[in-house]
């Protein structure tokens, strides 16, 4: 049986047509913005060498797939390959002739055109209508705008399922907001959702349609009666068709900041810390809190640089929330300080363009002085010396005086007591040194054995950081794992080993 149907497969192989033709065509001649166009390359033949494609009019290729077939007509076998190639045209487009390879021959294919139209907006009296509204025509960048996309159906539009798209925007930072409402407006029922833009540059933006896809079941053709009533199997013989609903489109305004900001509203800052004395090489926890409302999400990271300090500063956390309208929120961003001597937090300043006064403002915090105990001062004294005055170089004078001593016996072995007593004392105070620093040492290996957690451990090792690199490696191994997820493991034994050297 095998043998036969091998001779068969041969058979249909080399009776395969060995002259080949080359075809083209696209899914649809005619798209709306948005639409994918699929273009087609079919050869006959048995070595196909199809171009490679990489644009078309500019429009990147998004995909690629490739498909076989074997036909028999009137007798006659043909093998077709054929190549497809997806991209996104925004604007008409000519696909232009391309060269295939087929069986040792050379083709070029025809152009074809696809034609992109604008989506023609659902109106007033359509079963279905999709609207987009904007609060305001103008805006300043950064400065909330408010989207709202309605929805609205007739009372006798039946409607089976609705895929209800989202506004697609560049060069716009777009948060939906939580909340879908229902409403009745004269025969339509209304469903809206809401959403805030924040343009992110200047210039004329013209806000794309949005589409929603409406489908209906309909029963297949030929089925119905009898059995096939039953809830049951009108599952298995019901089709779902699909039609498209288009938007609107608005035209926005939006106008650069000046200075370059890029912060937009109406802001507070605050900062505070922990405490205000510490031990030296212990933390200082300052935290800064800004609140107001406009694009508070464009709050920057704040670093600080403070003189012979150890300084960490963790990632911000912003909430932000909608209340009557208004878009607000909170920042707050901790950053750790550690050093050995006397230091001050620095005042901490905010620019933003007030959306009140529609000018520049500057926000800032009050400088805060921190006591450390335990430590330096770093208090610099100068020596004050009168303009008039004139060191000189005091006169030396050399006196050489002779003595001689006459050196009793007894006094060499006094001596040499003296001397081996003295030794004695010194070894057993270097030991009793060692053993204090040693204890010392024991002490911090022992908290990095019992050390719990990530979050822990750093705090042990963070006012080491610059003791070796060892340690340096492991803190930020640390701040992975503690901040942004990471699951680094941690040679804890690495560790001890360098406060066991030093």
């Known amino acids: ?23 083209v065509s696209v899914s649809q001649p005619a798209i709306y913005k948005g639409d994918i166009v699929n273009f087609t390359i079919s050869a006959d033949g048995s070595s196909i060498d199809f171009p490679k494609i990489r644009e078309i009019g500019g429009y990147p290729i998004i995909g690629t797939s490739s498909s076989q077939s074997i036909n028999m007509i009137n007798g006659d076998i043909t093998k077709t390959i054929s190549k497809t ?29 696809v034609e992109v139209l604008k989506p023609q907006a659902s109106k007033n009296g359509d079963p279905f ?35 209800l798209g989202e506004p697609k925007l560049e060069d716009f930072w777009v948060k939906k907001v939580d909340k879908t409402t229902q409403s009745s407006e004269g025969d339509y029922i209304v469903e809206t959702k809401e959403y805030q833009l924040f343009p992110q540059k200047s210039g004329e933006f013209e806000i794309p349609s949005v589409e929603a896809l409406v489908g209906r079941v309909s029963r297949r053709r030929g089925v119905g009666g009898g059995v096939f009533d039953d809830p049951f199997f009108s599952a298995f013989t019901q089709d779902l068709s699909w039609k498209k609903i288009y938007s609107n489109e608005q035209n926005l305004t939006v106008h650069p900041l000046p200075n370059g900001l890029e912060l937009y509203g109406n802001y507070a800052i605050k900062a505070s810390v922990d405490k205000k004395k510490v031990h030296a090489n212990k933390p200082v926890n300052l935290t800064i809190r800004v609140d107001g409302e406009g694009n508070i999400d464009d709050v920057k990271k704040f670093n600080l640089n403070i003189d012979s300090a150890i300084i960490y500063a963790d990632e911000p956390k912003i909430s932000s929330r909608l209340v009557g309208g208004v878009y607000q929120g909170t920042f707050r961003q901790k950053i750790a300080i550690i050093a050995d001597s006397n230091f001050t937090i620095p005042s901490i300043e905010l620019k933003y363009f007030d959306k009140v006064t529609k000018k520049v403002k500057t926000i800032k915090t009050e ?19 009168a303009p008039n005055s004139i060191m000189q170089k005091p006169e030396i004078k050399t006196i050489t005086k002779t003595e001689v001593i006459k050196e009793d016996s007894y006094l060499k072995y006094l001596f040499l007591a003296i001397g081996f007593i003295l030794g004695t004392l010194t070894v057993l105070a270097v030991d009793r040194l060692k053993r204090k620093v040693t204890k010392k040492e024991s002490n911090i290996i022992k908290a990095i054995r019992k050390a719990k957690n990530n979050r822990a451990l750093f705090d042990i090792l963070l006012p080491y950081s610059k003791k070796d690199e060892v340690i340096a490696k492991a803190l930020n191994k640390l701040e992975e794992n503690i901040y942004r997820g990471g699951k680094n493991s941690i ?9 066991e050297e030093n």
């Open 491 to 499: 040679d804890r034994e690495e560790i001890m080993e360098v406060f």
């Open 367 to 385: 400088p805060i002085d921190i006591t450390v105990i335990g430590g330096g001062e770093r208090v610099t004294k100068a020596i004050e010396v």
């Open 129 to 163: 209508i999709l609207e987009i509204k904007l609060n305001k025509k103008e805006a300043f960048v950064g400065e909330p705008i408010k989207l709202t996309l309605s929805f609205k159906r007739k009372l006798n539009a039946r409607i089976d399922k609705l895929q």
């Open 85 to 113: 190639y997806s991209f996104k045209p925004q604007k008409s487009v000519t696909i232009p002739s391309f060269t295939v390879n087929a069986d040792g021959n050379t083709y070029k294919t025809e152009e074809l055109k």
């Open 1 to 23: 049986m095998k043998q036969i149907l091998g001779k068969i497969f041969l058979i249909l192989f080399l009776t395969i047509d060995i002259f080949a033709t080359v075809d």
